[in-house]
């Protein structure tokens, strides 16, 4: 059986935290999946706009060696997503473990046989960071 992965992020200003979470996911599946979400979800969840168009988040995701399809994501709910593209495994940074949300999910996707796993996160890089850093120059 071929184990397909899912994961879903903004990928704004591509960094090493993205890509160490990518290629990670990767060596748990077969058959990779990543979501891009798209520039009206991130406004709404976020109250912020990415820097990078999602058109072009998009094109870098898909070009990643580690990811086997980039499709677009408008929502949160992770099992909306499951219904248009099946996946038996679902990837998420550690450090959104224990949270209510994540729980909630986990618990949820598990009714369908998918597994939740937390992949560890990058604390030394993240698109957070990246903003404050290009404020000060």
């Not at 999602?54 to 992770?78: G, H, N, P, Q, W």
């Not at 598990?110 to 597994?115: A, E």
């Given at each position: ?9 903004v ?15 990767k ?9 891009v979400?798209s ?10 706009n990415?820097?990078?168009?999602f ?8 070009a ?14 992770k099992?909306?997503?499951y219904?248009?593209?099946?996946f ?7 450090d ?19 597994r ?22």
């Amino acid at each position: 059986m071929n184990i397909i992965g899912f994961t879903t992020g903004v990928f704004d200003m591509f960094h090493i935290g993205h890509l160490n979470l990518l290629e990670n996911a990767k060596s748990k599946c077969d058959f990779l999946v990543v979501g891009v979400n798209s520039d009206k979800l991130v406004s709404e969840y976020k109250s912020k706009n990415a820097v990078v168009p999602f058109e072009e988040r998009l094109r870098i995701v898909s070009a990643m060696r580690c990811v086997d399809e980039a499709i677009r994501v408008d929502t949160l709910d992770k099992e909306s997503i499951y219904m248009t593209k099946l996946f038996n495994v679902l990837f998420i940074g550690d450090d959104w473990k224990g949270s209510q949300r994540w729980a909630e999910t986990e618990r949820v996707m598990l009714t369908y046989g998918v597994r939740t796993i937390y992949l560890p996160y990058t604390r030394s890089t993240n698109s957070t960071l990246l903003r404050e850093k290009l404020i000060e120059y």
